[in-house]
């Protein structure tokens, strides 16, 4: 054991990726708007703009692809399924759903509530797009920590719920006009930070106290367990599925896109403990999805899913994975590169702001760096910063976010540590002439300002 730190797995397939030249990518960069979303992925050199969807997947996954059960209705698939979410979150009704912003859609149709508040660490957007659509009031309550992008002040889980922010509420505004806390594991915006048990814990009672329920959105749920092992007391020696099915003890339902821990392509679950909102759940899915039993999924998929969350909640498995996302942030502080910390579970987070001093937010320093990571070296990135959670008052006046952030999301059980090698040279000799770049002009966004990121066209200033 001593010696057998490497990939807990060996390589069976390879997908050739292809090397481009400077100018090429200038121009490329030009014609996609200078916007990370609109280029090809054929330009892209190493891929980091998401870990959703882009898992590789085991020879045991291809392998029960191959038995999906394509019924339509009581597809032996979906009882696979179903017997292993049931084992990881330890609750007993699964719906599936196509991915997990469909399992948010029929969740917020059933825990939100017009001009009612939905208390969060920090909603991931597609519960918030669903949430104002509906006209309920997504607020995000995580810990003071969990906005402090300056260096390392030791604490563990920068997900937490503030409990103080969500006992103000109640007070403020009555238990009654909230309808729902959602807690998100881990949480995505501010750098994949995880939320301990006692977190979980507490929500749960300060919530059952006012008769509010209890939601958690798991598309990482495994790597939020591990943190919890690793950092927690009192988990050191508990397995990742008795600290997962713990965690679920503390909500009444679950949403996940299981394009995340489930390593697959695509999926997403709505999993509960209530038998009348599972129902509920079963007639959104009728019309919005597809039948009960595979819900927007093929047989196939399901199968791949199935074995997926096994294989994601095993031990070997995150340790490998958290230790390299870990690595490749120990080498960009090694280059001085500002980035969160410490790091979180799928990527590595750096801080725009403090990386261009001199460009200011209304400038959008974060895509700025992405532009040049793709520049550089085809390295593509995503922003998380002025243009994805920027907004605007009703005067039409730009808010700008708290947090400035470049996301360097690793795929699962895709790259090598050299591939993550040249991911931290090119950012580090970016950091290094830093003081050779200016801003962006945003020259176009699209009709709902929440979603311009993807659309957004901006010109070099
Ligand atoms: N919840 C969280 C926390 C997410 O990170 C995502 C997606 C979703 C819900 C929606 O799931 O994509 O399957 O519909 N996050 C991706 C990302 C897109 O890049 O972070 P989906």
Same mark, same amino acid.
């Given at each position: 054991?001593?010696?057998?730190?490497?990939?807990?797995?060996?390589?069976?397939?390879?997908?050739?990726?292809?090397?481009?030249?400077?100018?090429?990518?200038?121009?490329?960069?030009?014609?996609?708007?200078?916007?990370?979303?609109?280029?090809?992925?054929?330009?892209?050199?190493?891929?980091?703009?998401?870990?959703?969807?882009?898992?590789?997947?085991?020879?045991?996954?291809?392998?029960?692809?191959?038995?999906?059960?394509?019924?339509?209705?009581?597809?032996?698939?979906?009882?696979?399924?179903?017997?292993?979410?049931?084992?990881?979150?330890?609750?007993?009704?699964?719906?599936?759903?196509?991915?997990?912003?469909?399992?948010?859609?029929?969740?917020?149709?059933?825990?939100?509530?017009?001009?009612?508040?939905?208390?969060?660490?920090?909603?991931?957007?597609?519960?918030?797009?669903?949430?104002?659509?509906?006209?309920?009031?997504?607020?995000?309550?995580?810990?003071?920590?969990?906005?402090?992008?300056?260096?390392?002040?030791?604490?563990?889980?920068?997900?937490?719920?503030?409990? +103080?922010?969500?006992?103000?509420?109640?007070? $403020? /505004? *009555?238990? &009654? !006009?909230? @309808?729902?806390?959602?807690? =998100?594991?881990?949480?995505?915006?501010?750098?994949?930070?995880?939320?301990?048990?006692?977190?979980?814990?507490?929500?749960?009672?300060?919530?059952?106290?006012?008769?509010?329920?209890?939601?958690?959105?798991?598309?990482?749920?495994?790597? +939020?367990?591990?943190?919890?092992?690793?950092? $927690? /007391? *009192?988990? &050191? !020696?508990? @397995?990742?599925?008795?600290? =997962?099915?713990?965690?679920?003890?503390?909500?009444?339902?679950?949403?996940?896109?299981?394009?995340?821990?489930?390593?697959?392509?695509?999926?997403?679950?709505?999993?509960?403990?209530?038998?009348?909102?599972?129902?509920?759940?079963?007639?959104?899915?009728?019309?919005?999805?597809?039948?009960?039993?595979?819900?927007?999924?093929?047989?196939?998929?399901?199968?791949?899913?199935?074995?997926?969350?096994?294989?994601?909640?095993?031990?070997?498995?995150?340790?490998?994975?958290?230790?390299?996302?870990?690595?490749?942030?120990?080498?960009?502080?090694?280059?001085?590169?500002?980035?969160?910390?410490?790091?979180?579970?799928?990527?590595?987070?750096?801080?725009?702001?403090?990386?261009?001093?001199?460009?200011?937010?209304?400038?959008?320093?974060?895509?700025?760096?992405?532009?040049?990571?793709?520049?550089?070296?085809?390295?593509?990135?995503?922003?998380?910063?002025?243009?994805?959670?920027?907004?605007?008052?009703?005067?039409?006046?730009?808010?700008?976010?708290?947090?400035?952030?470049?996301?360097?999301?690793?795929?699962?059980?895709?790259?090598?540590?050299?591939?993550?090698?040249?991911?931290?040279?090119?950012?580090?000799?970016?950091?290094?002439?830093?003081?050779?770049?200016?801003?962006?002009?945003?020259?176009?966004?699209?009709?709902?300002?929440?979603?311009?990121?993807?659309?957004?066209?901006?010109?070099?200033?």
């Amino acid at each position: 054991m001593y010696y057998q730190t490497a990939e807990p797995f060996k390589i069976k397939v390879v997908e050739q990726i292809k090397k481009s030249t400077k100018r090429e990518r200038q121009q490329w960069l030009k014609e996609a708007g200078y916007n990370a979303f609109r280029l090809k992925a054929e330009q892209v050199y190493i891929d980091c703009i998401t870990d959703s969807g882009t898992s590789a997947m085991s020879d045991k996954q291809w392998a029960a692809m191959m038995i999906g059960d394509e019924s339509y209705a009581g597809c032996k698939s979906f009882y696979n399924l179903e017997t292993s979410v049931q084992d990881v979150f330890g609750m007993p009704y699964v719906q599936p759903t196509h991915q997990g912003r469909a399992a948010d859609y029929i969740m917020t149709r059933i825990y939100a509530k017009p001009k009612k508040y939905a208390i969060g660490n920090m909603h991931f957007d597609t519960f918030r797009g669903n949430a104002e659509v509906l006209g309920a009031l997504p607020v995000d309550y995580v810990v003071d920590e969990g906005l402090n992008s300056v260096g390392n002040t030791g604490y563990p889980f920068k997900g937490n719920i503030d409990l +103080n922010k969500m006992q103000n509420l109640i007070n $403020e /505004k *009555g238990a &009654e !006009n909230i @309808s729902v806390v959602i807690v =998100t594991v881990t949480c995505n915006n501010n750098g994949g930070q995880p939320v301990s048990m006692q977190n979980l814990r507490e929500v749960s009672k300060l919530a059952k106290k006012y008769n509010i329920p209890v939601v958690i959105d798991s598309a990482r749920l495994a790597e +939020n367990a591990y943190f919890i092992k690793t950092r $927690e /007391k *009192g988990y &050191e !020696n508990k @397995s990742i599925k008795e600290i =997962t099915r713990e965690m679920f003890s503390y909500c009444e339902t679950a949403t996940m896109s299981s394009k995340k821990d489930g390593l697959v392509n695509i999926g997403g679950l709505f999993v509960t403990k209530n038998k009348d909102v599972f129902a509920m759940a079963n007639q959104l899915a009728i019309v919005h999805e597809g039948f009960i039993t595979y819900g927007g999924m093929s047989g196939r998929d399901m199968e791949a899913l199935a074995v997926g969350l096994q294989e994601a909640t095993s031990e070997d498995y995150l340790e490998y994975r958290i230790q390299q996302v870990k690595y490749l942030g120990d080498q960009l502080l090694k280059r001085n590169v500002p980035i969160i910390e410490p790091t979180g579970g799928h990527g590595v987070y750096v801080d725009g702001r403090r990386f261009f001093e001199n460009i200011p937010q209304c400038e959008f320093p974060s895509q700025r760096l992405v532009v040049a990571m793709f520049e550089e070296a085809g390295v593509r990135c995503v922003e998380l910063g002025a243009c994805a959670f920027g907004s605007k008052d009703s005067d039409g006046n730009p808010i700008w976010p708290a947090l400035e952030l470049m996301r360097i999301a690793l795929p699962r059980r895709v790259y090598t540590n050299s591939h993550l090698d040249v991911i931290a040279n090119v950012c580090g000799d970016i950091y290094k002439n830093r003081n050779s770049f200016s801003g962006l002009k945003l020259v176009y966004e699209g009709p709902i300002t929440a979603l311009r990121h993807f659309t957004a066209g901006f010109e070099l200033l």
